[in-house]
């Protein structure tokens, strides 16, 4: 009679609720795993989200930005007629002109110093 190694041994005969609660946990670690590829889903979807707001408020404040910056340059050009208007009228009063220039000159700093501040608080900053 052959000896029996232990690679060639049969396998032992499991009670029945041992191999329900194997059943029981393999069905509880395929649940598992669908819970996490759901979760790697939505983390998936919900950062394609994240992305496409921040374009889009990106996009915004790229418009913003220009719009502001054309305000900005036609008060430029704005100062700049009324400092050459300034100057005819004034006729040798240069301390007139230069009252009225700092003050469109004030004026257009804190214009730019608002827009500056929008933007730093919309970029969180």
Known sequence: ?????????????LPREVKAASAEIAGGMKALGKSITQVQQGL????????????????TLRQEAKD???ALQARQREAGRMLKDLRAAAE?????????ADAIL???RATARGVIERF???LGG
């Open 92 to 100: 040798g009063s240069w301390q007139e002109v230069k009252q009225s």
């Open 120 to 122: 730093r608080n919309a």
């Open 1 to 13: 009679m052959a000896r029996r190694t232990q690679t060639t041994r049969a396998p032992a005969k």
């Open 68 to 70: 502001q910056l054309k």
């Open 44 to 59: 998936r979807k919900a950062e394609r989200q994240i992305e496409a707001d921040a374009r889009a408020r990106i996009r």
């Open 106 to 108: 004030a004026d257009a």
